[in-house]
């Protein structure tokens, strides 16, 4: 799980990196889910290591984690396309 949020996170790392547009609030939301999902793993992995029984509701709250990151970056991919047709093919970030 954490390497696919890691994966996600580098995606939405490039997305943010093609467009302009790239809001504070949209860095400062990644950056919080970022906290909250290596706090949540750690926390999960302790548990886990000290042979816990861990919860299936910190195993649904990483998995809501890992999908909102990627919602957020599916979304800006969708504004990036928006935008992309709106300035035209020849000033397309894709065309650089």
Do not use: I
Not at 59 to 74: C, K
């Amino acid at each position: 799980m954490a390497q696919d949020y890691a994966r996600l996170e580098r995606l939405a790392s490039e997305v943010g990196s093609l467009s302009p547009e790239a809001s504070k609030r949209e860095e400062f939301r990644k950056t919080w889910l970022r906290v909250r999902f290596r706090t949540s793993y750690r926390v999960l992995s302790v548990e886990l290591a000290a042979r816990r029984r861990c919860s299936m509701g910190r195993l649904a709250h990483l998995t809501e984690l890992v999908a909102n990151l990627s919602a957020d970056t599916e979304n800006a991919m969708e504004r990036l396309q928006m935008e992309s047709a709106a300035r035209g093919p020849a000033n397309s970030p894709f065309n650089s």
